[in-house]
């Protein structure tokens, strides 16, 4: 069945401050509204982008909150001003373990929550400046989530929330890091452009595939994986794998009206949309649908069917499968981005029958609010994996992206075919990389088979991302056939039957995952 693309946020909207109204989609520009003692505090995007940029060289990420109120309030009124805070009880020590767990409804939460406001209205009262001023200042608190944002040009008003033991962290929700810069000289390694085109390959080598009853095709590298010899344990039955991409194309039916046909059978395909377009109070959805690329073949990869139209098999060909579109392409660095990812990981995170969650998408760099979204969804026992990242070009300062870094998540990259390892020519590798997956020819480098937007040719697609999704569906194989196991024991299995163990590489984590291995076939 496929549910309509409908899905309550449960914000609860509180009206701050109200002035004057915006244009929708429309983002003002706050810096000509500064006095000139604060245009000469301003820090320039360009200036922003080379601290951003140095950070990640030295360190490997960047955290707003580890910047200077000055620096954020810079990158607040050259954005849409909008500020996210994430809150918490100053009693509660340890509070990333608690969200997910601990309704942010509670009194406790609650009073953390207006206090943080009350200083932000106190504070704008006080310096009374028409340009702090501009807009809807509006706060939003989120019904799930330990956040709030509002619309703030006050540097005051961050000089005085670094002050209160209630606040975890504050930072812009909307600055857009220039990254071009990560295409020029040393830099020059980041994502293969949007990672948006799904395309049939017409020109598919016999040799890329191997024929299989009904008439499907798996992708050269299953027996490499172990994914042909698990099929006789395991296809994925009763287990849900939640997908947050770009959506699925809606003119390809075997993710759709086939996702039951051939030898996939009693199963289910629900879609949604988190993904908003429009600025700040104007925001609207745009669906569940594909307008990218990246999700359809992430979700063929994972779960297309076995049937009879000569095109390819899914690793987990009867898993459910829910797909979200959370994002517009692979890269999560604009506002609308990290809310609609967010906001998946919160509706997959509240699904009791999701077990597994698959993210081929991220940012070189943290986003506080993804990660309490994160926390959200493996504090509810959800499996996570993420890509390690794909980039255009080689260079060994960059590893990891985000959200892979974090310990919350199971990093995964691709490496090539032949003995040794070798990491395929656009993934990331690193010591937060847990696991690898074969996705490289080593002569004609060419990448594994799913599903293109429509028709029944397969496409082909490679990088981390493909081996994410490539991970989901092996542990999806391995939890269908031990449904009483909970996370941590799905997760020993597959580590613990993996390439390198008990060894552990500094750039490939456990090694190669072995569907087979794992699932004791051999």
Avoid at 129 to 157: C, F, M, T, W
Avoid at 353 to 361: E, H, R
Avoid at 454 to 469: E, K, M
Wanted: charged share 15%; proline share 4%.
């Amino acid at each position: 069945m496929i549910n309509k693309p409908k899905l309550s946020l449960g914000l609860l909207f509180l009206a701050l401050l109200t002035y004057s109204c915006v244009q929708e989609n429309s983002t003002p520009d706050l810096t000509q509204q500064l006095g000139e003692e604060e245009q000469q505090k301003l820090i320039t995007s360009p200036e922003i982008d080379q601290l951003i940029l140095q950070s990640l060289r030295e360190t490997g990420d960047f955290l707003w909150m580890n910047q200077s109120d000055q620096l954020i309030w810079s990158a607040l009124v050259q954005s849409d001003s909008v500020l996210t805070i994430g809150y918490s009880p100053v009693s509660i020590k340890s509070p990333n373990a608690k969200i997910g767990i601990e309704s942010v409804q509670s009194p406790a939460w609650q009073v953390s929550a207006q206090k943080i406001l009350q200083v932000i209205s106190e504070t704008i009262e006080q310096k009374g400046a028409p340009q702090l001023r501009l807009g809807n200042e509006i706060a939003v608190i989120h019904e799930d989530l330990p956040y709030l944002e509002v619309k703030v040009a006050s540097l005051e008003v961050l000089q005085n929330l670094r002050q209160l033991g209630e606040v975890r962290y504050f930072e812009p929700l909307s600055y857009e890091f220039n990254y071009n810069l990560l295409n020029q000289g040393q830099d020059a390694r980041y994502f293969s452009d949007s990672g948006c085109s799904n395309d049939p390959e017409t020109n598919l080598p016999s040799g890329d595939f191997t024929s299989i009853s009904p008439n499907a095709k798996a992708s050269w590298n299953y027996p490499q994986m172990g994914v042909s010899h698990a099929w006789s344990q395991s296809t994925g039955d009763n287990i849900t794998i939640g997908l947050i991409d770009t959506g699925v194309s809606p003119n390809q039916p075997l993710l759709g009206s086939a996702f039951q046909s051939g030898a996939s059978v009693s199963r289910n395909i629900e879609k949604y949309g988190t993904y908003k377009t429009g600025y700040w109070w104007w925001k609207k959805y745009d669906g569940p649908n594909d307008q990218c690329g990246h999700g359809t073949s992430m979700a063929g990869v994972i779960a297309s069917p076995r049937n009879g139209v000569g095109t390819t098999v899914g690793v987990a060909y009867n898993a459910n499968l829910i797909s979200v579109r959370g994002t517009s392409d692979v890269i999560v660095n604009s506002g609308n981005e990290k809310d609609g990812v967010a906001e998946a990981l919160v509706l997959l995170g509240k699904r009791a029958d999701v077990k597994i969650i698959s993210m081929s998408i991220g940012d070189i760099f943290s986003n506080s609010k993804v990660a309490d979204a994160v926390r959200y969804a493996y504090n509810r026992g959800k499996l996570i994996f993420a890509a390690a990242g794909t980039s255009t070009s080689f260079t060994n300062w960059y590893g990891v992206i985000f959200p892979a870094t974090m310990a919350e998540t199971v990093a995964v990259t691709g490496i090539k075919e032949g003995t040794g390892y070798q990491r395929c020519n656009t993934c990331h590798s690193g010591s937060k990389v847990d696991f690898t997956v074969i996705m490289e020819r080593s002569t004609s480098e060419n990448k594994p088979l799913s599903l293109a937007m429509s028709g029944n040719i397969p496409s082909t697609v490679g990088g981390s991302s493909v081996a994410t999704a490539t991970a989901s569906g092996i542990a999806a194989l391995l939890w269908a056939k031990n449904p009483n196991w909970n996370r941590d024991q799905i997760l020993n299995q597959l580590t613990v039957t993996s390439d390198l163990y008990p060894s552990r590489s500094s750039q490939y984590g456990w090694g190669n995952l072995n569907a087979g291995a794992a699932l004791g076939v051999y």
